[in-house]
């Protein structure tokens, strides 16, 4: 029986080369321990951070940007995130249809960039 990559987190385990914890002592037969528990005395776990960077919520976000040891300056996010839910909610590349008319657009035409209406004359402003 294996032990799993928790185990060494776990209040339970042994550290030893023969025994997994002292409640599976050989290991447990399943991708998970019922009997897990955080141990309150376990050191952090250290996760490599490149530098400029951080994670947040588990997922590693870029602070800043280097080229040979000089700070890039980073461009400034230009639409809000309702902006951003509103141009998906809307806009005829993601939907198909124009969003003052209700025309459809021809569907899988891969060299369609520009969604200006021919019916209504909607311009996409947005390319």
Sequence with gaps: MPKLPECAHCQFYAHSSYTVCAVHPSGVD??????????????????????GANYLDGELVIE?????????????????????????????????VCPDCGYQFPPHVPELIHFDCTRCGWIDEEV
């Design 64 to 96: 800043r940007a280097y080229y040979n040891g000089e700070e890039i300056a980073q461009p400034q996010q230009r639409l809000t995130s309702e902006e951003q839910w509103e141009i998906l909610e809307t806009h005829p590349f993601f939907t198909g």
């Design 30 to 51: 399943s991708d998970s321990c019922l009997d897990f528990r955080e141990d309150p005395n376990a050191e952090p776990e250290k996760v490599w951070e490149p530098e």
